[in-house]
């Protein structure tokens, strides 16, 4: 496979469940991040990872949790979720040098829609 | 901070027309700006970046320009066709901001009638 890949691509789960969420990257990238895209707003950056370092949490609530075992995969695990965390969730990669001077392209991936009943 | 934004929300346009999709930004100290398309309950679709130090970048029928001085970019959409139906959205990286974080704009929706 190429690109970026995430699975599953649909999610229905309750309140109290646990599930995560997956992404792959094959393109060689340094960087992955999590987005969430909720209907009419805005795409929210949730966490960046750099070098499978974490060096962004956009205030996102604890039930959210990531995880980047190694340069080319993310995860999202969840728990104890809300009716109003319901939207699509977007993985993303891209390319960086240490210092930032150098800057690529992001890549995404084509989202999990979860529901959350 | 960063602020991203886009006019109009939404473009309705018969098929063959030429159209310009706006996007401004506050911050001019950019490492680059990005346009992506995205269609319906799918992901971004990557269509050009423009690096800071360039003023346009062309892809087929997209040509995409960067005035940093006035914090403006344009898509610029050539006979457009009932396949260019999608959500076109503008990203920026500004630089001092963390590595990585863009900042992108609610995003054009853009319909195109046969």
């Known amino acids: 496979e190429t690109g970026v890949t995430q699975t599953p691509r649909h999610l229905v789960m309750g309140m109290t469940n646990k599930k995560s969420l997956k992404c792959e990257q094959h393109l060689g990238h340094n960087a992955m991040y999590w987005y969430k895209q909720s209907a009419k707003k805005p795409l929210e950056l949730m966490f960046v990872?750099?070098?499978?370092?974490?060096?962004e949490n956009n205030s996102v609530p604890s039930r959210f949790s990531p995880e980047c075992p190694n340069s080319s995969h993310l995860f999202l695990h969840l728990h104890t979720l809300q009716p109003e965390d319901s939207a699509l969730y977007l993985c993303?990669?891209?390319?960086?040098?240490?210092?930032?001077?150098?800057?690529?392209?992001?890549?995404f991936g084509p989202g999990t829609r979860l529901t959350v009943t | 901070k960063q602020e991203v934004t886009q006019i109009p929300a939404a473009l309705s346009v018969p098929e063959g027309e030429n159209l310009v999709l706006n996007c401004s930004f506050t911050?001019?100290?950019?490492?680059?700006l990005q346009w992506f398309r995205q269609d319906p309950g799918k992901g971004l679709t990557s269509l050009l970046l423009?690096?800071?130090?360039?003023r346009e970048q062309t892809s087929g029928r997209l040509n995409a320009s960067l005035d940093k001085s006035s914090g403006r970019s344009t898509l610029y959409i050539a006979a457009s066709q009932p396949g260019d139906s999608a959500t076109y959205l503008c990203?920026?990286?500004?630089?001092?901001?963390?590595?990585?974080?863009?900042?992108f704009g609610d995003g054009t929706t853009l319909t195109v009638k046969p």
């Open positions: 911050d001019s100290a950019i490492y680059n």
């Open positions: 990203a920026v990286l500004t630089r001092g901001a963390l590595l990585g974080k863009s900042t």
């Open positions: 423009i690096q800071s130090s360039q």
């Open positions: 990872y750099n070098f499978k370092e974490q060096t």
């Open positions: 993303a990669s891209s390319r960086f040098s240490r210092g930032g001077e150098l800057s690529y392209e992001q890549y």
